[in-house]
């Protein structure tokens, strides 16, 4: 074990609030091959190549005894048997014979299989990336390093790592993970995005956390942004806050203290995550990109269907807000082919995959509509990235057509939302995503984490361009939400209502303190506090301004 240091507080961005401690461990890197070495005794490396595959086939099946789903289980399990497969180590052996060290006999031979696979094409072609994970495991246990993902040690821990996209977590297990600490990341990074949903305090842009040795245990507090180190285990005891003792208990509609609606809606992006109907209005958004990750070929019309089926059928009529897919930039889908772009998040994403796909819209749509048409649901599809009316007005045309009865787009550039009510002349709804707008509107990339203060969703000029999209729902009369991250800060909640915003869509644990949050608060109260914050200079301002009101 590290001896603990006396370092002075790392500081970062904290960006989901408690504070958990436990042993620093850091997400296993994809292993870069050295240079080949001379073999001098072949059986014992292709003992070793060989031996490897077995060290992977274990572990890949103490995560599926652990799997929480059925489902995930299986697919651990399906990926073990290709690696236990005799013909793969015979493989492995032939190349040792051939001269080659373990780690690049195992790469050669796994090479060889992906070729196989690639050629059958279909169902074989996308497995693929299973044996490329396969592969990238293996070589790691071969050069005596950590396999590539997330650690399952089987006792809690502090997840750390430059940054963590979505695929990095896939099989993050929050009874493991007690908290996160990336070196780069912003407030709308994947991180503070996933820390949210799953209720675990971060801190991103901590760039010395790159000092603190794996197995060092550590302080993580989500609300300063403060990580320690060296602290005696009293001290760590006294100061951790557990997801259950810091939870809000509330539940039912979403209210101001006199009664003015603001519906609370869930962020989801499977039937798993769904809330339960005292916990949530309704899902404000769900992420259809999520069936689409990995694939090298589009999911087709029976099997999209049955995924949307699954969602709207656990809704008991609570409305779900479809989100189409939102392909592109950070997400980029191997079954798209799409082109490099010299800067993908102001090229072919979102709505505008349909401008030269439009079969992948007209297949989701239809899937959609046949999965709300099997469970009754009430069901509401939106388009991210839009810019024109033009955009809107056709995106809600293939909508109808598709016999589904509420279109609306999200308003995620400054176009849009200066442009709202016009917008709002084609579509039935609107629904912020702040972590775009903000991306959009500050120029300022979300995965920068030195441009972080930029995307502080306090910023006065991104609450105007809100104040701008919720004005024209007034005039309108139709309803403008907000889905993005902003919606689960407590002590922004009464400020965006006060902005107008119709509701608030999260992750499922924020809902409870949002909830009394918007209580503690008349509309009067909020609307006060709403034009607090828009004349503030400043985000730090207008925090302080409404904190102290």
Not at 242 to 271: F, I, K, Y
């Amino acid at each position: 074990m590290p001896e603990p240091s006396t370092r002075p507080p790392l500081r970062g961005i904290g960006v989901s609030p408690g504070t958990a401690a436990g042993p620093v461990l850091r997400v296993g890197e994809v292993p870069t091959l050295p240079e080949p070495t001379t073999v001098t005794d072949p059986a014992a490396e292709a003992d070793k190549a060989v031996g490897a595959l077995a060290t992977v086939v274990a572990e890949l099946g103490r995560r599926a005894d652990r799997a929480r789903e059925r489902t995930a289980a299986d697919v651990l399990r399906a990926q073990a048997m290709m690696a236990d497969d005799p013909v793969l180590a015979d493989a492995v052996r032939d190349e040792v014979t051939a001269g080659w060290d373990a780690p690049h006999a195992v790469d050669a031979a796994f090479a060889g299989y992906r070729a196989v696979f690639e050629a059958a094409g279909g169902y074989l072609a996308e497995r693929v990336a299973d044996l490329d994970d396969l592969r990238d495991r293996a070589v790691a246990v071969c050069l005596d390093r950590p396999m590539p993902g997330v650690p399952s040690p089987g006792h809690p821990y502090v997840l750390v790592a430059r940054d963590l996209a979505p695929a990095d977590t896939v099989d993050l297990d929050p009874d493991q993970v007690v908290a996160l600490v990336t070196e780069v990341g912003g407030p709308t990074s994947h991180t503070a995005i996933l820390a949210r949903a799953l209720g675990l305090p971060a801190v991103v842009g901590c760039a010395d956390i790159t000092g603190v040795a794996d197995g060092e245990t550590v302080l993580v507090d989500g609300t300063t942004g403060l990580v320690e180190t060296g602290l005696d285990p009293t001290t760590l005891a006294a100061r951790t806050t557990t997801r259950t003792a810091t939870a809000v208990t509330s539940s039912g509609p979403g209210r101001t203290a006199d009664n003015h609606p603001v519906a609370l809606l869930a962020n989801v992006g499977s039937a798993r995550e769904i809330p339960a109907a005292d916990a949530a209005e309704g899902v404000g958004l769900f992420r259809t990109e999520l069936l689409f990750l990995d694939r090298t070929r589009e999911p087709g019309l029976d099997e999209q269907t049955a995924t949307y089926r699954e969602v709207f059928a656990r809704m008991g009529g609570r409305r779900v807000v479809v989100r189409t897919l939102d392909a592109g930039a950070d997400k980029p889908l191997p079954f798209l082919a799409q082109a490099a772009e010299p800067n993908p998040a102001l090229g072919i994403r979102g709505l505008r995959v349909a401008r030269r796909q439009p079969a992948v819209l007209r297949t989701q749509l239809d899937a959609i509509a046949r999965a709300a048409a099997d469970t009754g649901a009430e069901v509401w599809v939106m388009a991210p990235m839009v810019a024109t009316r033009a955009e809107a007005a056709g995106f809600a045309e293939a909508v109808r057509a598709a016999g589904l009865p509420k279109a609306g787009v999200m308003i995620e550039v400054p176009a849009a939302a200066l442009r709202a009510g016009a917008l709002l002349e084609a579509v039935d709804f609107l629904s912020i995503g702040t972590n775009d707008l903000s991306q959009y509107a500050f120029a300022a990339d979300r995965q920068c984490g030195d441009l972080a203060e930029l995307l502080d969703p306090w910023q006065p000029a991104l609450l105007r361009l809100i104040s701008e999209a919720a004005a024209a729902g007034r005039a309108a009369g139709k309803p403008v939400g907000i889905c993005g991250e902003a919606a689960a800060d407590p002590l922004l909640a009464p400020v965006l209502a006060g902005l107008g915003v119709t509701s608030l869509s999260m992750s499922g644990p924020a809902l409870p303190a949002v909830r009394a949050a918007l209580a503690r608060h008349t509309f009067a109260e909020c609307e006060r506090l709403a034009k607090l914050a828009l004349d503030a200079d400043d985000p730090r301002q207008a925090r302080s301004l409404v904190e102290t009101a």
